[in-house]
């Protein structure tokens, strides 16, 4: 188990992952480690014959998804290589087990509808409520992660030019923009809410918690939980799909793709080219209900 400690301080302190990453790495290696414990492996004793009925496990006796068997694969290869980068193995035993081909599913967002309502759910007469209200504008108006919202610190955000720098996976830079909506929540925020919160504490972190300490993921998410209660919304609506609702909204509208890649800091095309599924999807509607030789 000492390995898999070190592995996690590795990526914490060397890779700056960010907590939902070290969650999910974490989540996949100690469901490992007790499959290897009761079948007498040692860590650095696992053959490659051992792994199939590991993964015959995770598919057959857990019902695990193929993208869900994909992560756990590539998790498992990124602490094996760690190991062998140590001199802690002769070779990575994972280095060769190939990905499951995942499911393409289409990203779920919100509706203009209910994200009217989520949005002006807060109350904007209280410290607290101003938050919510900016977190929620964050996400869905800069489409970025729920780690990155929980990272920004106030020097990262321009105000004269409505741009925040974010970092993102694997340490990456890239400016975000936000408009008036955000513009205004942000700055009566920043002059008024965020004081009341910060108290006597003294740290560069934009969002906070209740008692004024940095905000967790997990925090954000109850908040987003709460806020769905609160307007009756039974649909699993995440921080994530804020970004999944940033990214259609815009294609919606007719901004290209590449621009949509930037803003989201995509390293390939093709992850972004999903969100176009979608977007396709509205065309479709839209001809349907407006072309004379469309329907009968």
Do not use: W
Request: charged share 25%; aromatic share 10%.
């Amino acid at each position: 188990m000492n390995y898999i400690n070190d592995f996690i301080n590795y990526l914490l302190n060397v890779r700056n992952y960010s907590e939902n990453t070290i969650i999910n790495y974490k989540i996949d290696l100690d469901e490992y480690y007790k499959y290897i414990k009761s079948n007498n492996i040692e860590i650095l004793e696992i053959k490659y014959e051992n792994i199939n009925p590991f993964l015959a496990t995770l598919y057959n006796i857990k019902h695990y998804s193929k993208s869900s068997v994909s992560r756990k694969i590539s998790t498992l290869r990124s602490f094996y290589k760690y190991l062998y980068d140590n001199e802690l193995i002769d070779k990575n035993p994972f280095l060769f087990i190939s990905l499951p081909k995942k499911e393409k599913k289409l990203p779920r967002f919100v509706n203009y509808e209910d994200l009217d309502l989520i949005l002006n759910s807060p109350d904007l007469n209280t410290d607290i409520g101003v938050r919510d209200r900016l977190i929620l504008e964050l996400l869905y108006g800069t489409g970025i992660r729920v780690s990155e919202l929980c990272n920004i610190k106030i020097d990262d955000i321009d105000l004269k030019n409505k741009t925040i720098r974010i970092i993102g996976k694997g340490n990456k830079e890239r400016i975000v923009l936000y408009g008036e909506y955000c513009e205004n929540i942000l700055e009566k925020y920043i002059n008024i809410n965020r004081k009341n919160l910060l108290k006597d504490k003294d740290h560069s972190i934009l969002i906070l918690s209740n008692n004024g300490s940095n905000i967790s993921v997990s925090t954000v998410q109850k908040i987003l939980s709460n806020i769905l209660k609160k307007v009756s919304i039974k649909k699993n609506i995440t921080p994530h799909v804020f970004r999944h609702t940033f990214a259609t909204h815009l294609l919606n509208e007719g901004c290209d793709i590449l621009t949509v890649k930037e803003l989201l800091g995509h390293s390939s095309l093709d992850t972004t080219q999903i969100y176009t599924h979608v977007s396709n999807e509205k065309l479709r509607q839209v001809y349907l209900d407006t072309h004379p030789r469309a329907k009968k």
